[in-house]
């Protein structure tokens, strides 16, 4: 038997990069429906920045869904070895030898005089090598009315201010920014989960409230994180034989993984501690202003004082 079976899961609950689940945020939601809509009708870039597990993929894999049906769409995840134009021409002509931008670009025209809408999804354009971002950009300058989604990090804005690049900056329509969701959606998320992928008890709670907090806090709201440890969480809770995750799975899934949980902790810390400085730098610097402000006082007293003596001198 396998911990699936055991807790009487219908499907794996949490694979790793799933496109399946996201957490509850209707701003994603609101991006995947505005660009699914806008980019068949407008020519240019479009992209999508944010850290790492926020789901930028999943945003992409659900903008693919929408435009399958109609439309013909490339999706590219970058690699190191990732040859854009190669990738471009096998999805759209099945072709597998090393391909030029004429080759593409006479493929797509042919497409394109057909009546057929032709978008590129790239995920993770930041990790595209320069020389095929060059070949992009060519791409871009020969294709007028090429689409483009792009995924990436905060590199990726680098690339798109690269005076190299210009063509980005003419053809870029708009860009999303992602960031990660609360606390209380990442334990919602880690929960709506489980109870969707459980097929006999759609009731049992497999993971408690305490475990899902204890695991959105070690994972620092990541999605991809949050999936791994989950599933480690749930599959140590079966060989415990235990009827549902408790702190202590959690616990000794933390020590397996002592380099992640060590890292996000440390990026926690990381912005306590600069929040804290802020706080105390505000605070001396008030503090630092009220003392002047009691000295000026005092001294002006001080002032009147003397002031005051010596016209008593005078009189006397």
Do not use: W
Request: overall charge positive; some cysteine.
């Amino acid at each position: 038997m396998s911990y699936l079976d055991y807790f009487h899961f219908d499907k794996e609950p949490f694979p790793a990069h799933s496109f399946n689940y996201i957490y509850d945020n209707k701003k994603q939601f609101k991006i995947i429906n505005e660009i699914s809509e806008t980019v068949r009708f407008n020519s240019g870039i479009y992209t999508i920045i944010g850290m790492e597990g926020v789901g930028k993929t999943f945003i992409l894999g659900q903008i693919q869904k929408n435009l399958s049906n109609n439309d013909l769409v490339v999706f590219i995840s970058v690699t190191e070895k990732t040859d854009i134009l190669k990738a471009i021409a096998e999805q759209l002509s099945f072709v597998s030898k090393k391909q030029n931008i004429d080759d593409v670009f006479q493929i797509i025209s042919k497409l394109h005089k057909k009546g057929q809408n032709i978008i590129l999804l790239i995920d993770d354009m930041q990790d595209l090598d320069k020389s095929q971002i060059r070949n992009l950009v060519s791409l871009m300058e020969v294709v007028k009315y090429l689409k483009v989604v792009a995924t990436g990090n905060k590199s990726l804005k680098k690339i798109l201010r690269n005076k190299n690049y210009y063509i980005f900056r003419e053809k870029h329509v708009k860009n999303y920014k992602i960031s990660r969701p609360s606390f209380i959606s990442a334990t919602k998320y880690i929960k709506s989960i489980s109870v969707d992928a459980l097929s006999l008890s759609q009731y049992k709670n497999v993971i408690g409230f305490l475990p899902r907090m204890l695991i959105a806090f070690i994972s620092n709201k990541n999605n991809d994180i949050i999936n791994k440890i989950t599933t480690d969480v749930i599959k140590d809770a079966y060989q415990e034989k235990s009827e549902n995750v408790k702190i202590k799975n959690v616990y000794n899934v933390a020590k397996k993984n002592v380099d992640i949980v060590m890292e996000n902790l440390y990026f926690k810390f990381q912005k306590v501690f600069l929040f804290i400085l802020v706080i105390l730098s505000i605070y001396y610097c008030f503090r630092l202003f009220a003392d002047r402000q009691h000295l000026i006082q005092k001294i002006e007293v001080e002032r009147s004082i003397n002031e005051q003596e010596k016209s008593f001198e005078k009189l006397y």
